[in-house]
């Protein structure tokens, strides 16, 4: 087998991205160049490493087993790099994704305990959905996650073998509403309350139901503005446009203007904050960054 070390950094952004044509706009290539190199890298390890299907492009069993060697590959020939040019890094670098919920609430507060108890630990962070997160985790793009679920709390993805989970904390799905408009002054709502109100909604996929509506809505919710953005969300409410859903952590930083609200007359909404990785034994740097995590949910 005779592949480049170029060559492997491809087959790790195609298992990234999902897609020929995404891996190649994060490389800078084009998407007949990137298909190229993926048919010669199949031709020089003799077998077929992706499958491609409709929802994008995958990596068969070998092609995973690959992509285990290619990471490793690739991490030593950076570390060559940064050890002949004297600038080998002092601190260990671990790589987190969060779904779009825990930024303004779970990340500060896990990054500013973990420069206080491990100094030495680096984290970059990005944001993304939960399949999209629970793939990064299987290409090894990232090393942890922090994910949510929603009872039965099932696994994030269906992939053998099941990603290692640490549970965080469970946190109350609450309404969040102008504290100028018609639920003023109240600390609760019934769920009926909210059949005739406009809605402010994440946009959502059959792969990724996101935060908006209030799940057990009788009838069909009537959606006035769609944003994903937390702020953009919690600042059309603040204006009186609408009223979202938000977790009961996030209650504390919404603007002025906003109140939040128990539902009555339906069954609690229960969101449960976990940390994912892949099966097998952790870093001390990945361990000391769950915990910071794991910290933010205790009193």
Known sequence: MDVSSATLRVLCQIAESG???AAAAELGYTQSAVSRQAIALERSVGATLFERRTDGVWLTPRGLTLLRYARTILASVDAAERDLTDEAPRTELVRLGSVFSAGPVILPAALARLARTAPDVRVSTREGT???LARALRTGSIDLAVLTSRPPHRPPDGESPRLHLT????TELLVAASATGPFAGRTSVHVDELVD???IASPSSSAEPLLGVWPGLPGRARIVHSARDWLTKLHLVAGGF??????????PVAPAGVISL????APAEIRRVFVARLPGPPTSAMTAVTQAI????RP
């Open 242 to 251: 609408g009223v979202t859903t938000v977790p009961e952590g996030l209650a």
């Open 130 to 132: 939960t399949p999209g």
């Open 197 to 199: 109100v406009p809605w």
């Open 167 to 170: 549970a965080v904390q469970d």
């Open 19 to 21: 897609s020929f044509t």
């Open 262 to 265: 128990r539902v009555e007359g």
């Open 294 to 297: 794991a910290a933010t949910g």
